[in-house]
């Protein structure tokens, strides 16, 4: 039987081996692909941010996870719960979190440049793997797991909840991946559409508003990452030549 440090150690060298594979296939298709087929590659690469990370979580959720409990004023939210109609509007605004991304990488598409389009794959990546590389160290869980303020009976509640129960890894990434990369995404389209941009930002802060609301996500969590696609976005902009 492998010991705990041993199982860890392969653990990582595992991913560590799957995440070479991986750019190596990116090096791959930078040789092979046209420059617009490329671009579309930047949600596979998203994804995999995503996934990768959550691979290496060998610790059970300790100091940090208590520390964000004890530190987040919405703790009990109770109150909310009064408010139906909000309540719902706002978990359909966190629903936008999975198709904000596609649906401003296609505006940028139609509507800007390829130089628009790598700005907009730097800013929203770089704020996706920021949040998403620090989930092997700061391990929780996210707080509608933890709690049972919020009511579940929504029929859009229950829609997240079954597609995070399908498609998520279960931890809590700190800061909010969801945001930062809905912030970065939708600051991307200011060079490209403004009237648009300001139409993404407002979805930007629904999900932001109700990845909170809804306990997927402590309210440091969504500060921090909107910080994170704010800077991730002006950063991009400086980098990336248009």
């Known amino acids: 039987m492998l ?13 560590g081996a799957a995440a070479a594979v991986f750019a190596g296939a990116i090096v791959a298709f930078t040789r092979v692909l046209d420059a617009e087929v490329r671009l579309w590659l930047g949600h596979l690469y998203l994804v995999a941010g995503y996934w990768l990370p959550a691979l290496l979580v060998t610790r059970a959720p300790q100091r940090f996870e208590a520390w964000l409990r004890r530190t987040d004023p919405l703790r009990t939210f109770g109150w909310f719960g009064s408010f139906g109609w909000i309540r ?9 979190c999975y198709p904000v991304v596609p649906a401003a990488f296609l505006t940028v598409y139609l509507n800007g440049s390829i130089a628009d389009a790598d700005r907009f794959w730097t800013a929203v990546l770089g704020a996706g793997y920021v949040c998403y590389f620090s989930l092997p160290w700061l391990v929780s869980r996210p707080p509608r797991s933890l709690e049972q303020a919020v009511v579940e009976g929504s029929r859009v ?38 009237v648009l ?36 976005w002006a950063l991009a902009g400086m980098l990336v030549a248009g």
């Open 88 to 96: 719902e509007i706002l978990e359909l605004a966190y629903l936008c």
């Open 157 to 194: 509640r229950r829609l997240n909840l079954r597609v995070l129960d399908r498609f998520s890894h279960g931890w809590n990434t700190f800061p909010s991946g969801h945001v930062a990369v809905a912030f970065a995404a939708a600051l991307s389209l200011m060079a490209v559409t403004g």
């Open 197 to 232: 941009a300001i139409a993404f930002l407002m979805v930007a802060l629904g999900i932001a508003i109700g990845s909170v609301s809804g306990r997927y996500h402590y309210l440091i969590d969504a500060l921090t990452a909107a910080i994170v696609g704010i800077g991730a």
């Open 3 to 15: 010991s705990p440090l041993a199982g860890a150690s392969r653990r990582w060298s595992s991913v």
